[in-house]
């Protein structure tokens, strides 16, 4: 009877078990010997291909294969597809087939495909996409999936991902235009691919032994170092959105006709930005306080259907509903400050650091903020986010939807990247500039008292800045109001072991634009070890600056080894216990590199120590040529963390 159940369950995870028709480029395919690049490798594509072929109408339609051998347990995850569709995206059919390891064949059809929503932080939105698994899928399994698919038409470029974290054999691209239709196209992170003449209006792409990307720790977004390729499409007698995006330009102009005219304003916006502005007493501060109710009065909720995930809601929707997504915030800021007499661009942008890449003008957006124009009177801090461009001035940077992160800073991956300013005929790809380390500041102060029996005890403040202040501020808000001494008990038991804290007290938690205040009071016990008359003392109480990433060997990518820059200083003041006296003291250091500094030193006064250090993020990617620069310094800030004071007992104590 076990047996039949065991059966009967087998038979239900591999539908269409047999008399199983498996194409034969699929078994040509499992036939062939292994490359040797997938030697050591979870799984390798055997042969990804592509078919795009656009008709005279501008719709697109795609075919697309995929064959896959397992070679490990982690591989068994490229027996399943999912293909995403929205009411313009149509996914006209899928299949998948299974050889087994020991020739068994099994299929699956669309039939047997799930539906799912993709995301859970959208209040509604209208893609979907289906999942369709081969179940019997083990180590040493050739899978084979095709789909074909009638796609978006809102924007006529098509990005071919040729490279992935898995070992590529053969990857083509077949592009079938319909006359009048044209295309140029780009290389991404690999030399330029020329396309092979294969029909009047036919053109294929093909690159074979692709190697894998192996991820490694703290580098950059995969998608930035990936080969792939943008291909733009265009035809003279298609109007917009059909229009060449070849350039910047072409992408701007493309945003700017779908966002531009949303920028309408209405008479409860306007008398919204009065009452806003009534009692500031600046531009600035105007600036500042508009920005302020957008970003924080107006909710993060996105409705995206159709051509909704590119084109914003009208500002007076968005006002009135009191919610929307980025594009909607930003455009709806755009159109209070127009009233107002500034000028401000939307700025597309990725929130991943160096995806977009500024030789491949291409639609690869993710989110979307604001440039705004500062009129000429406006003196602005010189630790804004601000650029001076050669059309539109000085220009300030912010984010509408980052509730968490005050006007005057932003958010650091979007630091040190490129964004597009969008703008009727004169768009233009921009470095967004980086803020001073000055602007993220983590300050520690503590008073403290070490008892004979190596406890530790006394008072702590931190006054966090910037991005440290986001880190704890969304730590401490997103946890429940009780709860906030076990997010701090947290911290302590990450440097300190089995620390108590006693007490503790938050200032400025809903003050965004102040600085978040930490005190609290805890003790440690076994802070110091003894031996004999000996106290062994480690002065570096909490935050370590060290990172060993910079060890690592054999690294093919970039570093980035922190999130953002920043200055951090310790100033930390020990009372010896009764009888007790420095013997020796661990050196000062001084260590530098071109992305931070390091310096530390002690002094002894009286019956304490004071231990003070400074540690200043200048920038966070390290390229593969400076990684002995970055380890030089790591091992500097290591020894000096692990360097111990050492206290000698003179005296008999009661």
Request: net charge neutral.
């Amino acid at each position: 009877m076990r047996l039949l159940v065991i059966a009967l369950a087998t038979l239900m995870l591999t539908p269409h078990a047999f008399g199983v028709e498996v194409p034969e480029w699929v078994r040509e395919l499992a036939r062939k010997p292994l490359p040797a690049s997938a030697s050591g490798r979870k799984a390798i594509v055997l042969l990804k291909e592509d078919a795009l072929t656009v008709r005279d109408n501008g719709e697109f339609y795609e075919r697309t294969r995929r064959v896959v051998k397992v070679l490990q347990n982690s591989g068994r995850s490229e027996a399943t597809l999912q293909v995403w569709s929205d009411k313009d995206t149509k996914i006209l059919s899928m299949k998948g087939w299974c050889i087994t390891g020991d020739g068994k064949e099994y299929a699956v059809k669309e039939k047997d495909a799930l539906e799912r929503t993709p995301f859970s932080f959208e209040l509604y939105q209208d893609d979907r996409y289906k999942e369709l698994t081969l179940a019997g899928a083990e180590v040493g399994s050739v899978v084979a999936f095709e789909y074909e698919q009638k796609l978006r038409p809102y924007a006529r470029q098509r990005t071919w991902w040729f490279q992935e974290d898995i070992p590529v054999a053969r990857s083509v691209f077949q592009l079938n235009l319909a006359p009048g239709w044209e295309f140029n196209m780009r290389s991404v992170n690999w030399p330029e691919l020329k396309p092979i003449v294969s029909g009047a209006s036919s053109w294929m792409f093909e690159v074979s032994d692709v190697p894998g990307v192996v991820p490694e720790k703290q580098m950059p977004d995969m998608r930035s170092v990936i080969g792939r390729l943008n291909i733009s499409l265009y035809a003279a007698n298609v109007p917009m959105p059909g229009m060449q995006m070849s350039s910047w330009d072409n992408v701007s102009a493309w945003a700017d006709n779908l966002n531009a005219p949303q920028r309408q304003s209405s008479a409860a916006m306007k008398a919204k930005l009065a009452e806003l502005v009534a009692t500031q007493p600046s531009m600035l501060d105007r600036i500042r306080a508009v920005s302020s109710f957008v970003q924080r009065e107006i909710r993060y909720v996105a409705i995206e259907i159709g051509i909704g995930g590119f084109q914003s809601h009208a500002a007076e929707s968005t006002f009135a509903k009191k919610y929307g997504d980025c594009k909607d915030k930003s455009t709806l800021l755009a159109t209070m400050l127009q009233e107002l007499g500034v000028t401000s661009h939307m700025l597309l942008v990725h929130t991943e650091r160096g995806v977009v890449n500024p030789a491949a003008p291409s639609i690869i957006f993710n989110h979307a903020i604001l440039a705004i124009e500062l009129p000429k009177e406006v003196q602005a801090p010189a630790d804004y986010p601000t650029l001076v461009h050669p059309k539109f001035g000085r220009l300030v940077i912010f984010d509408p939807t980052d509730e968490y992160t005050p006007f005057g800073r932003l958010y650091p991956s979007l630091q040190n990247s490129y964004g597009l300013l969008v703008a009727s005929n004169a768009g233009d790809l921009i470095r967004i500039p980086s803020l001073s380390p000055s602007a993220t500041l983590l300050k520690r102060t503590g008073k403290f008292q070490l008892l004979p029996d190596g406890t530790l005890t006394g008072d702590m403040e931190e006054v966090r800045t910037g991005y440290e202040a986001w880190k704890m501020r969304t730590t401490l808000i997103h946890s429940e109001s009780h709860k906030s001494a076990t997010v701090l008990e947290r911290m302590l038991a990450a440097h300190l072991g089995h620390a108590r804290l006693e007490s503790a007290s938050i200032d400025n938690l809903e003050k965004h634009d102040e600085p978040l205040v930490l005190r609290y009071r805890f003790s440690a016990p076994n802070y110091a070890s003894a031996s004999g008359d000996l106290l062994f003392l480690k002065l570096q109480v909490v935050g370590t600056k060290s990172n060993p990433i910079a060890e690592e060997k054999d690294r093919r990518y970039p570093i980035i080894f922190t999130d953002s820059s920043a200055l951090q200083t310790d100033d930390f003041e020990i009372k010896l216990p009764p009888g007790f006296v420095l013997d020796e003291a661990p050196r000062p250091v001084n260590a530098e590199s071109p992305f931070a500094t390091y310096t530390s030193n002690i002094e002894s006064k009286e019956n304490a120590l004071r231990y003070s250090r400074s540690y200043t993020v200048k920038d966070v990617f390290v390229p593969l040529d400076k990684i002995g620069d970055l380890r030089a310094l790591m091992r500097a800030v290591s020894t000096d963390e692990r360097m111990l004071a050492i206290l000698k007992k003179t005296t008999t104590t009661n």
